[in-house]
């Protein structure tokens, strides 16, 4: 295994970076360099930092303006060593178990054709307890492609390919994957202007270049807490409307990569029409005659956009009809992660 790079993004991170570096010095492989992105930070996060790396020369600190996750780890990439070439984007609120890097890096090795490899997180809670034990993997194992115009299950470690990844891919939190730093230039790297959600961009776009290999255990712990930037649940809907309609008119796409993006969202939509009819139907019976005929205006949306192939244009108005329409108090579905 040669030098793995690890770029951490920390905006006002001071509640967590340390831990999270910890856990990247606790590490069985030791073979590994970081740079910790400073985003333009008010609180202590620089100057911790700064503290645990004049005790690792293996941790730098670079610093710029604030202009959010995607920028933030492009400029990390620049300053990683010449020669790292794997990857692992590792978030100054997450945590590695002790043979993350180790585990990932021997299967990435035993795949050259593979971009990249990932593997499973738990859930942490802001005090760093587990909680939900079980939750996230199921997740994360929880993959779905495309079988003529149905989804099929993909089992457990099987390749991510750019069939399953368009239907959102389970390569999250960002810490349970390595990839090759060929591959994420060979694709220009994070787009900034993707602010939320902008590792699935990137993983589609690397996802027509080979498959991610997956393992299936657990190489990170997910701390959730009240600034997780997927909390909104309108703005995580837009986001993912906003990715799918970028890769659908993306101009690497060839005939049959555009027809898997089409097929597989309207499976996805054909899917949320038959929720929210479902839900129409409960608030009925239940006489809560206000939030059915707000199930009924989604209801109405959907089903209209299913006489288009093509995703539709992420729209505010709309994500916040199906999430207010689909949330639990209103009988449909929950978290859309």
Known sequence: MGVVGVVVPAFNSERW????????????AT????????????????????????????????????????????????????????????DSDDLLVPDAITSLADRLA???????????????????NEERPGVHPGLQRARRTQRGLRFAALPAGEDSTFADIALYGPIWPSAVGLHRRAAIEAVGGFDPAVRLLSDWDLYLRM???????????????????????????????????????????????????????????????????????RAVLGELRRGHL???????????????TLTRVHPPRPSRAGAARLVSASSPDHGGGGDPL
């Open 17 to 28: 970076i340390a831990a999270s570096l910890a856990s990247l010095q606790s590490q069985t």
């Open 31 to 90: 073979s590994w360099c970081c740079v910790v992105v400073d985003d333009g930070s008010t609180d202590s996060t620089a100057s911790i930092v700064e503290n645990i790396a004049a005790l690792d020369g293996r941790i730098a600190l670079v610093r710029q303006p604030n202009t959010g996750v995607g920028a933030a780890r492009n400029f990390g990439f620049r300053h990683l060593a010449d020669g790292v070439e794997e990857v692992l984007l590792l």
């Open 110 to 128: 035993a795949r050259p054709d593979a971009v990249g490899v990932f593997g499973l997180a738990e859930y942490v809670d802001e005090a760093g």
């Open 207 to 277: 996802s027509r270049l080979g498959p991610f290999a997956m393992i299936d255990r657990q190489v990170a712990w997910y701390r959730r807490h009240g600034a997780n930037l997927t909390n909104d649940a309108i703005a995580n809907t837009v986001a993912q409307a906003t990715v799918v309609h970028r890769a659908w008119h993306h101009a690497d796409n060839t005939p049959a990569q555009r027809r898997v993006i089409g097929r597989g969202q309207w499976l996805v939509r054909a899917d949320e029409t038959l929720m929210l009819g």
């Open 290 to 304: 206000q939030h059915a005929a707000r199930a009924t205006a989604a209801f109405v949306v959907n089903a209209y």
